[in-house]
């Protein structure tokens, strides 16, 4: 899949695409991802991208023209009819399912944003989707895109070490969409503090059990509308209302 991020910062990805576990997704081009400067389709010796807004008010509106250069060169290049995305506060927020999607998908166009937003006009003539990471206002739409990306990587063949680590991720559907649970390593005791005996005992049943009752159990406290979710698609058991009634 291609994704082509449109942005006034292309140094910012530079360190992101080099680092972590989800490096191997972009050097092997599972995840290709191309970087479009938006100055570079600017004119003047300023190269100039924003302006005042209209009706006055603060801060700088991003200039409908550059972007629409910038579009019609990238659209060139890639040959195909990807969708135009936006990170937006208006936007639908992103969650698991939707990243699953787009894993699934041939790429998009992601359009970053600065200032106090793009000129509606572009915004009416080319943006497809419209994504947000949830309420609150970020600088630039850098980071979401990061965060899509990152997301999108980590579910591909191959790019973390163990196949089956994203099964067991919180909000999956392969648990539920429960959280996950909490998890321990050596040493066995540290400041005072034990691991589960149910993890030590080596029986794999035990262990299984006390898993599920640990993600029933943070999904009630922390995301009760998960656990409501789950209840209402059918994924509970008997046995995980049982140990629901006991909290």
């Known amino acids: ?119 509606q006009r572009f915004i009416d003539a080319h943006v497809d989707v419209q994504l947000s990471l949830g309420d609150f206002v970020l600088s630039g739409g850098e980071i979401p895109a990061m965060a899509l990306l990152d997301a999108v990587a980590r579910l591909q063949p191959g790019v973390l070490n163990d196949a089956g680590s994203h099964q067991e991720d919180s909000f999956n559907p392969a648990l539920d969409g429960l959280l996950d649970c909490p998890h321990y390593t050596r040493p066995e005791e540290w400041d005072g503090r034990k691991v589960p005996e149910e993890l030590l005992s080596g029986h794999h049943a035990r262990i299984d059990a006390w898993r599920r009752h640990q993600r029933l159990a943070l999904t009630a406290k922390h995301r009760p509308d998960l656990l409501e979710a789950a209840r209402k698609a059918g994924r509970l058991t008997r046995a995980d209302e049982a140990f629901l009634a006991t909290l």
């Not at 449109?6 to 599972?30: I, N, S």
């Open 1 to 119: 899949m291609r994704f082509d991020v449109v942005t006034l910062f292309p140094e910012l990805f530079a360190p992101f695409l080099a680092a972590g576990v989800t490096r191997r997704a972009y050097e092997t081009k599972q995840v290709d991802v191309r970087l479009w400067n938006l100055r570079d389709f600017a004119e003047g010796n300023y190269r100039r991208v924003d302006d005042r807004p209209f009706g006055g008010g603060p801060g700088m509106v991003m200039l409908a023209e550059p972007l629409a250069r910038c579009l019609a060169a990238l659209k060139t290049d890639r040959g195909d009819a990807a969708p135009v995305v936006l990170f937006s506060p208006i936007g639908r927020k992103l969650d698991h399912a939707g990243v699953e999607s787009w894993s699934a998908s041939e790429g998009a166009i992601l359009l970053c944003g600065r200032y106090e937003g793009i000129d």
